[in-house]
């Protein structure tokens, strides 16, 4: 997948906790990077689960898409409380990756579907649950762009929202 923005394009980010507007300095690929949340008792959701490897450091931000490996779901919040997934009547879920050519299709829509953004220190957490049984393991596979950026006065050009959904805002 592409990056979302490329040096010199400008952004409007809207975090958990501000709003700024941002230019592109520098672009790296963050190849891939497996998580192993623990084991986990089948039936049972095990909540917020933090991944600070995804944490960056100032002025940075992440565009990651992620890969459940093991035979798990799990719910999104980025910052949590904030459910990334929802309707107003339901939270939805993420299953493991496809394994086989024959869902192709359903690999590249949970690919796209999974992607998330991170903004510095920000600490994306996950629920997790394992609808088949006890796991040993509970491995997601992270992977994607890293971007250098400065803070700058003018109106960006695209908005990300990187925390959050824009609940109440006008279309």
Request: aromatic content about 12%; overall charge negative.
């Amino acid at each position: 997948f592409e990056p979302i923005f490329l040096p010199k394009e400008t952004a409007h980010l809207i975090t958990a906790t501000t709003e700024l507007n941002v230019e592109c300095i520098a672009v790296g690929a963050l190849p891939e990077r497996e998580k192993d949340f623990g084991a986990l008792t089948g039936g049972e959701w095990t909540r917020e689960q933090e991944n600070t490897d995804l944490e960056l450091p100032s002025n940075e931000l992440a565009q990651l898409r992620m890969r459940i490996v093991d035979d798990l779901q799990i719910e999104f919040s980025n910052p949590s409380p904030t459910k990334q997934w929802r309707t107003s009547k339901a939270i939805f879920y993420l299953p493991q990756f496809p394994t086989t050519s024959a869902e192709d299709f359903m690999k590249q829509y949970y690919f796209k579907a999974s992607e998330f953004h991170v903004w510095e220190k920000d600490t994306p957490r996950f629920d997790l649950y394992a609808p088949n049984g006890d796991l040993a393991t509970s491995r997601i596979i992270f992977n994607g762009w890293r971007f250098r950026v400065k803070k700058i006065d003018t109106p960006g050009k695209i908005t990300i929202w990187v925390s959050g959904w824009p609940s109440g805002v006008a279309s």
